[in-house]
């Protein structure tokens, strides 16, 4: 990085900071800390509602996802727009007119505040976990491209979220997202642009459309109803609607994004503003990685984009076998290279697609045997190291070539997506700690002393969301990672929502009691399918926790003759 990257990006994220602070000075009660003051307009809901949903994870894991697997990732966000008009017509207007600070509150009124306090803490269990995941994806992924300290950068990271989101709260988040969301949009944009400038004259957009068509990376739709395929239409539309109804319509970190409306009619315009523009701009992200993946058919790629993975593998004795894949990898690049520049010119020959087809699974071949050489190095000197490089792809496009002071404003669209996200959940955390564990079981408290405590708590989960970040490792795909730990969470979560909302019938007892077994069931599911005993992709676990839950309350209060079953 130059003089000029360096500028941009610490003015960029310290503006950002100083804004929302000073922006979101005087919050003298608990509804201007938590509700923002209930003032923020649609625009500014749905805005914060996808920063809060857009971290650093998106940006990065993202295009890496699209580089390797293609467009079918967007798939997995066909249930949104669905549950954005079930949230408008069925949670919105409860929460309003029931003027709660947390979603958690409803529970409560319901069913009883065991209820409300077991479904509180599996939000802090599970959001504790993602918030440290937000701050951690960014900067294991930079410490390696930048070789910055990584305890540092956590540590940098937690403190730029926790000075504003302590001082300002709600209003300070949803302040600062706007113009974090500005930067994102605006570096996106400048990098697909720069990415389909640098393609060879004569390769428009529509020819590097077709050279990823050629290559698979324009599959979209997946119809089959197979579970070894993890994104699919249906389970798009079925898991991922249900893990969208649970996420916007239950999490705190968004629940509290629209609960700052200025008005009922201001929180329906701003999520539906969510569901029509979330789906599209998750497509755009995905096409960037796709436009990347084209770059690399005309631009030599390193067998493994972890530069880290690289130089551990290069100084092992699994050295000459990795130099010899790599030199394998250049024959099959300049074989592809003129491929395709046939394909191109001559009317897309069915011949040379299939060729571009079976050079492109050479090259995934070879990637796979410097991934297992990369492991074998790890284990031989007793190191710990990511071979998996999907977050790393985009990241490094970035600095290897993008133009001076461009650089810093990515990174910088990086960062600010991390703080925008772990500020949302640093807030939500604190709400929850504040309204459903602390106010809720202590004497009363004055204003004062409630605003001070919330301030503490954000404090204290911004600290511990730094230590989760110090100790986290990388899974298969960040963005991944961050999805599968909601799907444990989220199905039986909004099964209890479900049952309050349609099932009046059931009473306390019977859905705490179907709660705690749901989460045990669920938990097994995900480690049986870890360890290859059943087939059960995680975005089913939303679908299936949802219905156990429902299924098992039903039935223990029908069934039971238990007089505390009964009348709770």
């Not at 976990?129 to 940098?156: D, E, K, Q, R, Y």
């Not at 001076?404 to 700690?433: D, F, K, W, Y």
């Not at 019977?510 to 989460?519: D, E, G, K």
Request: proline share 2%; net charge neutral.
């Amino acid at each position: 990085m130059q003089t000029l990257d360096w500028i941009v990006l610490i003015s960029t994220l310290l503006l950002i900071v100083a804004y929302g602070t000073y922006q979101s000075r005087g919050s003298k009660n608990v509804k201007d800390y938590l509700k923002g003051g209930s003032t923020s307009k649609w625009w500014t809901i749905g805005l914060s509602v996808m920063a809060t949903q857009a971290s650093a994870i998106t940006f990065l894991s993202t295009p890496g996802q699209a580089f390797n697997d293609g467009m079918g990732f967007v798939q997995f966000y066909f249930g949104l727009p669905i549950a954005m008009v079930v949230i408008c017509m069925v949670f919105i207007p409860l929460y309003h007119r029931l003027k709660v600070y947390t979603a958690y509150e409803f529970l409560e009124n319901r069913f009883d505040l065991k209820t409300r306090t077991l479904t509180a803490i599996l939000f802090l269990i599970q959001r504790g976990l993602a918030a440290g995941i937000t701050i951690f994806a960014p900067a294991i992924i930079l410490s390696a491209v930048l070789g910055w300290n990584l305890l540092l950068l956590n540590i940098i990271i937690g403190i730029l979220v926790i000075i504003y989101t302590v001082s300002g709260g709600t209003k300070a988040v949803n302040v600062t997202q706007k113009h974090q969301m500005i930067v994102i949009f605006t570096g996106m944009l400048i990098a697909f642009f720069l990415i389909i400038d640098k393609l060879p004259e004569g390769i428009t957009f529509s020819k590097a459309l077709d050279i990823a068509g050629a290559s698979g990376k324009m599959e979209v739709l997946d119809f089959s109803f197979s579970l070894d395929n993890r994104y699919t239409f249906w389970s798009g539309i079925i898991g991922g609607t249900f893990l969208m109804l649970s996420y916007f319509g239950t999490d705190q970190s968004q629940v509290q994004r629209y609960l700052s409306g200025k008005s009922l009619k201001e929180m329906q315009i701003g999520m539906m503003f969510n569901g029509l523009l979330k789906v599209p701009m998750q497509f755009f992200i995905l096409l960037v990685g796709v436009m990347v993946f084209v770059f690399y058919q005309f631009n030599p790629s390193p067998a493994n984009f972890n530069p880290t993975a690289t130089e551990v593998v290069l100084n092992s004795e699994y050295a000459d076998d990795y130099k010899r894949i790599q030199q394998l990898q250049e024959e099959v690049f300049d074989v592809k290279k003129t491929t395709i520049e046939n394909y191109t010119s001559e009317a897309h020959s069915e011949s040379l697609k299939n060729s571009i087809a079976q050079l492109n699974t050479a090259n995934d071949e070879l990637r796979e045997q410097a991934r297992v050489l990369i492991e074998k190095a790890g284990e031989a000197q007793n190191l710990k190291v990511e071979s998996n490089d999907k977050d790393y792809v985009f990241i490094h496009f970035i600095l290897n070539n993008l133009p001076r002071g461009l650089i810093g404003l990515l990174l910088a669209v990086i960062l600010s997506a991390a703080m925008s996200s772990t500020s949302s959940e640093l807030n939500a955390l604190a709400s929850t700690t504040t309204m459903d564990l602390y106010k809720r079981n202590t004497s009363e408290k004055s204003e004062t002393e409630m605003v001070s405590a919330s301030r503490w708590f954000t404090l204290a989960w911004g600290i511990i969301a730094i230590g989760v970040a110090c100790v986290a490792n990388l899974a298969e795909n960040l963005i991944q990672l961050v999805n599968i730990i909601g799907s444990i969470f989220y199905g039986n979560v909004l099964g209890i929502f479900l049952l309050g909302f349609f099932f009046k019938f059931v009473k306390a007892n019977a859905v705490f009691t179907a709660a705690l077994i749901t989460q045990a069931v669920v938990i097994s599911l995900f480690l049986l399918n870890e360890y290859e005993y059943i087939n059960l992709p995680f975005l089913w676990l939303n679908f299936v926790g949802c219905l156990i839950v429902i299924v098992i309350a039903i039935l223990l209060q029908t069934l039971s003759t238990d007089k505390d079953y009964a009348e709770a």
